[in-house]
């Protein structure tokens, strides 16, 4: 039996009121930020992993602040071939999540052509490509652990990662470079 066979789901079901929207729409952003799975309007499922625990609960509590319902149910695939196929749904939104990492690879690393095109080597934009990269460490490591299924596009999004630190770290020799010449004339 393989491991999508073997899965534990957590559906969860929540019901909140129309208005305020702020309401659905913090639970909707925090169940989305966990990377759960919608199936249709106000239902959504993650699996029962502890890598997804904390987003559940902080939906739960979203919703209870705003006085709405929330159940929470535990499920698996009837037959093997349905559980594989509610895998492939998740692995099919997390390959959607890693594509899009991917694409934000490109611009990290378009932007670091373009201020090395221009030669914009200040410690100001040093310092902002290093918080850029930052952010798609913490981005990665949040994508890897819900990636349960291990879908396609990790490996290269581990590998694309690797090649923006490089391209960061080629970046950072060129500013340090460039602070510590001497201007012409001056020697």
Same mark, same amino acid.
């Given at each position: 039996m393989n491991d999508e066979a073997r899965t534990r789901w957590l559906v969860l079901v929540i019901k909140l009121a129309a208005?305020?929207?702020?309401?659905?729409?913090? +639970?909707?952003?925090?169940?989305?930020?966990?990377?759960? #799975?919608? #199936?249709?309007q106000g239902v959504?499922? +993650?699996?029962? +992993?502890?890598a997804f625990a904390g987003g559940v609960r902080r939906a739960l509590e979203l919703s209870g602040r705003a006085e709405g319902e929330a159940?929470?149910?535990?499920?698996?695939?009837?037959?093997?071939?349905?559980a594989a196929r509610f895998a492939a749904m998740f692995s099919a939104a997390r390959q959607a999540d890693w594509a899009e990492f991917l694409s934000d690879c490109?611009?990290?690393?378009?932007?670091?052509?373009?201020?090395?095109?221009?030669?914009?080597?200040?410690?100001?934009?040093?310092?902002?490509?290093?918080?850029?990269?930052?952010r798609l460490r913490r981005w990665h490591r949040d994508l890897t652990a819900r990636d349960v299924f291990g879908a396609p596009g990790a490996g290269e999004a581990g590998e694309r990662l690797k090649q923006c630190t490089a391209a960061c770290e080629d970046y950072a020799e060129r500013v340090f470079h460039a602070l510590h010449q001497s201007p012409e004339g001056e020697r």
């Open positions: 208005e305020p929207s702020r309401h659905r729409v913090a +639970v909707w952003r925090e169940l989305r930020k966990v990377g759960a #799975l919608s #199936l249709g959504w499922a +993650v699996p029962d +992993v502890p159940v929470v149910l535990e499920a698996a695939g009837r037959s093997p071939d349905d490109d611009k990290y690393e378009a932007e670091l052509a373009k201020e090395i095109r221009i030669a914009k080597f200040t410690l100001a934009e040093l310092e902002e490509e290093e918080q850029s990269l930052e």
